[in-house]
């Protein structure tokens, strides 16, 4: 018996380091937003400290259709975001999860595997 692995329908992260990340085998070295439907968008932030409520309001409908939850990759360690922040997402009852990218970017690719309505929402600081 062969055994194959899964080939994802979308898009999925193939690999990711210190101030990269690669999706689909193509590396991006700045910060970038994934839907599990494969829509890929560059996300305008570099640093932590520049967060705004903005930037996580684009999330709640990414490519035309609700997440059931958006993950959320910090940067190299672990830090949250102020919950005015999130208060679109939880104003439409979109779950948030944070954690460091590297974490983040297993995450993604596990739900998204499962057919999950997932996006996540990259920090990628150099």
């Known amino acids: 018996m062969k055994l194959h692995a899964d080939q994802p329908d979308g898009q999925s992260i193939t690999a990711y380091g210190p101030g990269w ?3 689909n085998g193509q590396r991006k070295e700045h910060s970038l937003v994934l839907s599990a439907t494969g829509t890929l968008q ?17 999330l709640g409908n990414l490519a035309g259709e609700a997440p059931e939850l958006v993950v959320f990759g910090s940067g190299a360690r672990l ?4 919950p005015a922040l999130l208060q679109s997402l939880m104003a ?9 990218t590297a974490a ?3 995450t993604f690719n596990i739900l998204a595997g499962e057919g999950r309505r997932v996006v996540v929402a990259l920090l990628v600081e150099v």
């Open 21 to 23: 990340v690669a999706v």
């Open 42 to 58: 560059d996300w305008n932030c570099a640093r932590f400290e520049d967060l705004t409520a903005a930037h996580f309001e684009q």
């Open 79 to 82: 830090r949250f975001v102020r």
């Open 92 to 100: 439409q009852r979109i779950g948030v999860e944070t954690m460091d």
């Open 104 to 106: 983040a970017c297993r």
